[in-house]
């Protein structure tokens, strides 16, 4: 059975650091995309980002450059979400997803897009002085 | 940026035909992908490529697309099928295309 098993809860202070993780199980975890996703509380889904394992290629939506970190280690099957320093605003759940990956084709050339198959059950991180 | 477009709820009585709407310019170019969330659970893929089932998914889900519009239809609403629900396809420019989700739906079974 495919898996992907996320992390405990976290409670943090603004200002703080943090490294979230999710385990791949039951898959070749270096031949998939694995990112992440953001919910808010009360609010809907936003796109992270994406490593793939096999040799950690990085993707990030604009949103989330230079916000978040996405590295993963793949002799343990892991992928993690990174902050350096933590806002009140970072409050929400954070999952971790399997991506598909497919190649289609435009009048510029081809180009790759995603989905998502396999989801953790999420994180939840708390930011609260 | 590129959007997708839902509307924030729709209810519907059990045993009726749900319909959830998706609209984006780039859908007639690009495939969609649905997902169902039930309160306090993961998201799980319920439709993809406009209109393929997971399996292990009710054949009562069903999607279909025209033009900039993409539809997820429900037939036979049970109460379990009460959740949120996202429209997802790839940003509209790009070599390596961003995923774009939409604002999500609310089905509420009165």
């Known amino acids: 059975e495919v898996q992907l098993v996320q992390s405990g809860a ?11 993780s999710c385990k791949g199980s039951g898959y070749s975890f270096t031949s998939y995309w694995i990112g992440w996703v953001r919910q808010m509380p009360g609010k809907g889904l936003e796109w992270m980002g994406i490593i793939y394992p096999g040799d950690s290629d990085t993707r990030y939506s604009p949103s989330f450059q230079g916000q978040v970190t996405i590295s993963a280690d793949k002799s343990i099957s892991t992928a993690y979400l990174q902050w350096s320093s933590l806002k ?6 954070y999952y971790c997803a399997r991506h598909r990956s497919r190649q289609a084709g435009s009048s510029t050339g081809p180009y790759y897009y ?3 198959d396999v989801w953790g059950k999420g994180t939840t991180v708390t930011v609260s002085s | 940026s590129y959007e997708l477009t839902q509307p924030p709820s729709v209810s519907v009585s059990p045993g009726q035909t749900a319909r959830i709407t998706c609209s984006g310019d780039a859908l007639p170019k690009q495939y ?31 999607g279909s697309s025209s033009g900039t519009t993409v539809t ?10 009460e ?18 989700f939409g604002g999500g739906t609310k089905l509420t079974v009165l």
């Open chain 2, 72 to 81: 997820l239809t429900i037939s036979g609403v049970q109460a379990e099928d």
């Open chain 1, 114 to 116: 995603y989905y998502m």
């Open chain 2, 32 to 62: 969609a992908y649905w997902y169902q969330q039930k309160p306090g659970q993961a998201p799980v893929l319920v439709i993809y490529k406009d209109s393929e089932r997971p399996s292990g998914i009710p054949e009562r889900f069903s």
């Open chain 1, 88 to 93: 009140a605003s970072d409050t929400a759940m």
């Open chain 1, 10 to 20: 976290e409670v943090k202070k603004p200002g703080e650091s943090l490294k979230i």
């Open chain 2, 83 to 100: 959740a949120d629900y996202y429209c997802q396809s790839a940003d509209s420019s790009g070599t390596y295309r961003d995923v774009v």
